[in-house]
């Protein structure tokens, strides 16, 4: 019998530097049998040729749509917007089970060329855990763009924040965020108060660790989730905080956070909010006072509101590659011990529970 082939996606998103596979998970499959080809990628934060080192075959950028059949098609984010059928199996996070924009039109490819949607956000073990996840790196990286955004504002009032780069490691970007966060005391006289909604998940944790790394004391740090959330909103409390960090995992049950009637309020001292979980498209999303995802090249959305301070949004939905080399390989290495099982797919419970979900949902168009 042929080996399984993975054939790793290079991802085309706009500053996307993130990668599903690393040269050491890279390494472990080839060790295991696999087979691993791997588009050649200019964005990507390893070098092609560290991949090679690793036992991979390099394959021209874009090609995987002309792989054989048989072949398991990996990669993070969503592939180029097309409406040709799909007949490979996909491992990528698609954003097309929780009515986002667009689900349907993304959803639908897979049926019509009988492939299969493994869903990275659903890949989940028998008690319900998503198995790899970047959420710890979402909230340190969202917390960052939070800091970043309220010294801007304190320095340059509406005027929107430029782009953001990457940072080749965490102690880098630490280093720049205490500077900036001194710089900010200096201007304002007074460290920032901040609350994290969702402190206890993976995102929230990520949040506070970058928050204490960088001098926020303890009492400046307000810590929900969803016990403080129970009784539903909305919640004035945020409006206390200088920063306000979203850090929930979004599902039908999540209440009002705030609307735009509340942001109004002429007492606010809230400036900035880091939406970590962002999907302002949802029906579900509990942050109603913008709708549309901003990016590395134009990273907030200012609120319409006549009063001051300013109120800006982040709302990224590709955090983690503000630290790209340390995300994917925390991710990476997360999700090894499932892909190891990627040929007993039809077997494996991980994989099983995936595609079955995919079938639900592929059931409702």
């Given amino acids: 019998m042929s080996p399984t082939t993975l054939h790793l996606r290079s991802e085309i998103k706009h500053q996307e530097e993130r990668s599903a596979l690393t040269p050491a998970t890279t390494k472990a499959l080839v060790n295991a049998g696999y087979k691993i080809n791997v588009e050649r990628s200019p964005g990507r934060i390893f070098k092609d040729d560290e991949f090679v080192k690793a036992g991979a075959t390099l394959v021209a950028e874009g090609s995987w749509s002309s792989t054989p059949k048989e072949h398991v098609i990996i990669g993070l984010k969503e592939l180029p917007e097309d409406d040709i ?46 198995v790899a996840a970047f959420g710890y790196h979402a909230g340190y ?16 009032g509406r005027e929107p924040i430029p ?22 005391v200096k201007k304002s006289g007074h460290l920032p108060r901040v609350i994290v ?17 960088i001098g926020i004391s303890k009492s400046n740090l307000l810590e929900w989730d969803m016990a403080e959330t129970a009784n539903g909103g909305p919640f004035p409390e945020i409006l206390e905080s200088d920063i306000f960090i ?42 109603k006072i913008y709708n549309t995802c901003t990016t590395f090249s134009q990273p907030t959305v200012l609120v319409d509101v006549q009063n001051d301070p300013p109120l800006s949004v982040i ?17 990476s290495a997360q999700l090894l011990p499932h892909l190891l099982n990627v040929d007993k797919r039809n077997t494996d419970n991980v994989w099983l529970r995936a595609e079955t979900l995919f079938k639900e949902k592929a059931a409702t168009l």
């Fill in 246 to 287: 979203n850090a929930i995992y979004l599902s039908e049950s999540t209440p009002l956070f705030l609307d735009l009637a509340i942001v109004a309020t002429p007492s606010r001292k809230l400036s900035v909010i880091g939406d970590v979980s962002c999907d302002p498209n949802s029906e579900f999303n509990p942050i």
């Fill in 163 to 184: 782009s953001l780069k990457s940072y080749e490691n965490i102690g880098l970007l630490v280093k720049d965020m205490q500077n900036r966060l001194e710089a900010g």
């Fill in 315 to 331: 709302a990224i939905d590709h955090l983690p590659s503000l630290l790209p080399r340390e995300s994917s390989e925390a991710f």
């Fill in 85 to 130: 059928p799909l007949e490979h199996a996909h491992i990528q996070f698609a954003h097309c089970f929780k009515g986002q924009s667009n689900w349907r039109e993304v959803l639908s490819r897979f049926p019509r060329g009988g492939g299969t949607l493994y869903d990275l956000e659903f890949l989940t073990d028998d008690t319900g855990r998503r």
């Fill in 141 to 156: 990286a969202g917390a960052a763009v939070a800091i970043m955004v309220w010294h801007w504002q304190l320095e340059h």
């Fill in 197 to 213: 909604i969702g402190a206890l998940g993976r995102s929230g944790k990520g949040a506070l660790d970058l928050f204490r790394a």
